[in-house]
């Protein structure tokens, strides 16, 4: 990629209320729109928000309607709400569907006119010159989403709901918070689940035909804090959560500046077959994806025994074999290597087996695969995750 895009700023080591109460009094905020979902409502996390507005004396107005997989027409409903409120800033708190929701909504209220399908790299919003600016506050530690240019909502084509991948450098947050008490609570099966989500997004970034020295050095330094801190965060410890929260953003960010890869062009029409959570699809994906790239290109090899070597210090016996550390280290979390152990069942994914590989083959994340495989290739490698 020619360019690399950032968050202008990334909050960490702060708490919620000092970090986002100086950046409402950077961007010289008025009135703020807080957008999120009901679960997050009610169980009072997005009270410490509306908090740090209050005692700024901020009017807001909360959009908590955003549904798990948000559909296209999120954002038609985010901008009405702002056209009549006028915020000049929008706060997401949430996962990558609230903040996806966000970026999709501040497009359609600045340019009422624009059909959100057409969000690309290629077309010039004019977001960056204007208000209201966006910033994120990540709950769980997966996504990156506060981090990247992408969007992702599910579009209803021909009566079926298909998962679409959109972007654009101008919807990358103004600002994201990283506040580990956001994710304290966090269940382990999804702190694992996420984590492993932000663990492929490093590995699929450091080896994707878009790879460039910035988008790998935060992908090495994503996957070491994985590594190293993951499985203590799973237990609890405080000081490993807040890594992994700064870790899945790193990681966000390496592939929002080179793309991903066949994993995630995998996981997307798979969990959609299976139902099942994107961290896991993609996590049981990953490895069976990195063997293939491995065997199929020298540089991708290459690549990645660096990494393990980088990682050797976490992985044991110190390996150069990135996938064997990476199945050794899913054992540990817990974490299923094959779909069977994931409770799927047989036929089940038989379906997903057929349907699977010509839809990977036209999800966006396969532009940056190093090695585009055949639909029979994705086939058998399905039947292996069995
Ligand atoms: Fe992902």
């Not at 020619?2 to 960490?12: D, N, Q, S, T």
């Not at 410490?48 to 009017?59: D, G, S, T």
């Not at 988008?215 to 330094?221: F, T």
């Not at 817990?334 to 069942?345: E, Y």
Request: hydrophobic residues 45%; proline residues 6%; aromatic residues 6%.
């Amino acid at each position: 990629m020619p360019e690399a895009v950032l968050p202008r700023r990334i909050v960490f080591n702060e708490s919620l209320a000092d970090s986002l109460s100086s950046l409402i009094a950077t961007i010289g905020s008025s009135k703020a729109l807080v957008i999120t979902d009901e679960t997050l409502n009610r169980i009072g996390l997005v009270k410490k928000v509306l908090a740090v507005l209050e005692e700024a004396e901020i009017p807001f107005k909360v959009f908590d309607k955003v549904p798990p997989e948000p559909p296209i027409s999120v954002a038609d409903e985010i901008a009405s709400i702002a056209s009549e409120f006028n915020p000049d800033v929008f706060i997401a708190v949430g996962g990558g569907s609230v903040i996806d929701a966000a970026k999709a909504g501040l497009v359609k209220h600045v340019r009422p006119e624009y059909n959100v399908r057409d969000v690309s790299p290629f077309e010039v919003i004019g977001l960056e010159v204007r208000k209201p600016v966006l910033i994120a506050i990540p709950t769980t530690s997966g996504t990156g989403s506060d981090a990247t240019l992408g969007v992702v909502l599910t579009d209803t084509v021909d009566g079926d709901k298909i998962k679409i991948a959109l972007g654009s450098p101008e919807v990358v947050p103004y600002a994201t918070i990283l506040d580990p008490e956001m994710v304290k609570n966090l269940p382990s099966n999804l702190r694992i689940a996420t984590g492993i989500d932000a663990l492929s997004h490093a590995m699929e970034a450091y080896v994707s035909n878009q790879a460039n020295p910035l988008s790998d050095a935060l992908a090495e330094k994503a996957a070491t804090l994985i590594f190293q801190y993951l499985p203590r965060a799973v237990k609890g410890d405080e000081d490993a959560i807040s890594k992994m929260h700064i870790a899945a953003t790193l990681a966000g960010a390496a592939f929002s500046n080179s793309g991903l890869g066949m994993a995630h062009a995998i996981a997307h029409p798979l969990g959609s077959v299976l139902g099942t959570h994107h961290g896991l699809t993609v996590g049981v994906v990953l490895p069976y994806v990195m063997e293939y790239n491995i065997s199929q290109s020298d540089e991708v090899a290459g690549k990645y025994t660096k990494l393990a070597r980088i990682l050797s210090v976490y992985i044991n016996g110190g390996s150069e074999n990135i996938v064997q550390a990476v199945r050794e280290f899913y054992r540990n979390l817990g974490f299923p290597t094959r779909f069977r152990d994931a409770g799927i069942s047989k036929e089940k994914y038989s379906e997903a087996v057929d349907k699977v590989p010509f839809l990977a083959l036209q999800d966006a994340d396969i532009v940056f695969a190093p090695v585009v495989p055949s639909p029979e290739e994705i086939k058998s490698l399905l039947e292996n995750m069995y």
